[in-house]
């Protein structure tokens, strides 16, 4: 796979002006914070998520 993951937007300042890292594969720069950051994929859940049902003891909605 050689395409990367591209952010829409910066994960610390949320500006957009974002350009490819020479950091290495996956980093990214952003010129309004001049930060460098990189993507990473971190795996699968084993179980998934459970989320509790809406009838059972869920928060009152009133």
Do not use: H, K, Q
């Amino acid at each position: 796979m050689s395409e990367r993951a591209a952010p829409f937007y910066c994960p610390y300042c949320a500006e957009e002006d974002l350009r490819p890292s020479e950091a290495g594969p996956g980093a990214w720069e952003c010129a309004a914070c001049n930060r460098a950051f990189r993507l990473s994929f971190l795996g699968l859940l084993a179980s998934g998520i459970v989320r509790p049902s809406a009838e059972s003891g869920g928060a009152d909605a009133s």
